[in-house]
């Protein structure tokens, strides 16, 4: 088990530790293959699988450009990824970056499945009441809901009968309350927290916004699209670019350009049949690329190659 560290010389401690504990449980458990998720715990693993007989596949879930990890684990990263046996990421975006900074790791793409579809939306000719949601596995930075509530501002005021609900928790829900305040947006907008059942908010909602200043692959995006939400995503690295073709599954705007949301929300709210054609088309385009079938073959093919 991962300890918090109070220093550089303990979490250094703490590291050995953890690797000499998954050697142990290497050689009691003797697995066929390994698998990890996320940059640290794959350098640990590579770590704890040397000298071992046991094929280590190791994946990435975020923007390896833009997620910190500091430069000590950045240089691990470079040294130790190739000697795993396969580094899974979720978009060919993601591949290439890695191809250019680790060229030695052996590569494969896989995306994050889609969930089962749930029920259509009902055909709206126009909208008496507007739920828009987004969400986030953390109120953080990355995920910007501080640039969505900027943008949501203006169309709270032209549209009182919309309603914004953020889910999700995190350090910057203060900053985000602070901002709903200000603003007089209290009525406007709902921070539920982290929800069990975010299928029935996805079912409820009109428009999905992801405001994310970077993502890996965003779950919550595909997600939406299989709810057959009208999309709308800031074109950040990586992830939303290689699932919306713009106008016609969903919409992209430039990264950090708050009057852009705004303009994008404004549309699918005066144009609902072109809203729902764009909900039809993301139905159909993750069906495609995304079913969970598909994925988890392309897995298990993986594992099999491997061993």
């Known amino acids: 088990m991962a300890k918090s560290s109070k220093n550089v010389l303990e979490a250094v401690l703490n590291n050995i530790y953890l690797v000499k504990k998954l050697r142990q449980v290497i050689s009691q458990e003797e697995p066929e293959v390994m698998i990890s998720f996320m940059d640290r715990t794959n350098i640990l693993c590579i770590l704890a699988s040397i000298f071992k007989d046991v094929p280590l596949l190791i994946s990435e879930r975020n923007s390896p450009e833009r997620k910190g990890i500091g430069s000590y684990w950045r240089l691990l990263r470079k040294i130790l990824y190739p000697f795993s046996d396969c580094l899974i990421v979720q978009n060919a975006s993601i591949a290439e970056w890695f191809k250019r900074k680790i060229c030695k790791a052996r590569l494969k793409v896989i995306p ?7 029920e259509p939306h009902c055909d709206r000719q126009s909208y008496s009441f507007i739920k828009i949601l987004a969400v986030g596995s953390n109120l953080s930075y990355q995920k910007g809901f501080d ?3 900027a943008a949501y501002d203006p169309i709270a005021k032209k549209y009182p009968h919309c309603k914004l609900v953020i889910a999700g928790e995190g350090e910057n829900r203060l900053q985000l ?3 709903i305040k200000d603003n007089s947006l209290e009525k406007n907008v709902d ?3 982290r929800i069990q059942d975010i299928y029935s ?5 009109d428009i999905f916004v992801l405001s994310s200043r970077y993502e890996g692959s965003p779950n919550a995006l595909i997600e939406a699209m299989a709810a057959g939400c009208a999309c709308v995503a800031f074109d950040c690295q990586y992830g939303p670019r290689d699932l919306i073709q713009h106008s016609k599954n ?3 705007v430039s990264v950090g350009n708050v009057a852009g949301l705004t303009e994008a929300i404004d549309y699918l709210i005066l144009h609902p049949q072109i809203a729902q054609a764009m909900g039809k088309a993301a139905v159909h385009s993750v069906q495609t690329r995304f079913h969970v079938s598909q ?7 993986t594992i099999e190659d491997i061993v």
Do not use: C, M, R, Y
């Not at 908010?201 to 909602?205: D, M, P, V």
């Not at 994925?295 to 093919?301: T, Y």
């Open 177 to 179: 309350e602070e901002f």
């Open 191 to 193: 921070l539920p927290g």
């Open 250 to 252: 969903g919409l992209l």
């Open 147 to 149: 640039l969505l509530l």
């Open 112 to 118: 994050n499945p889609a969930p089962a579809i749930i």
């Open 295 to 301: 994925v988890a073959e392309q897995w298990l093919e």
């Open 201 to 205: 908010e996805l079912k409820s909602a």
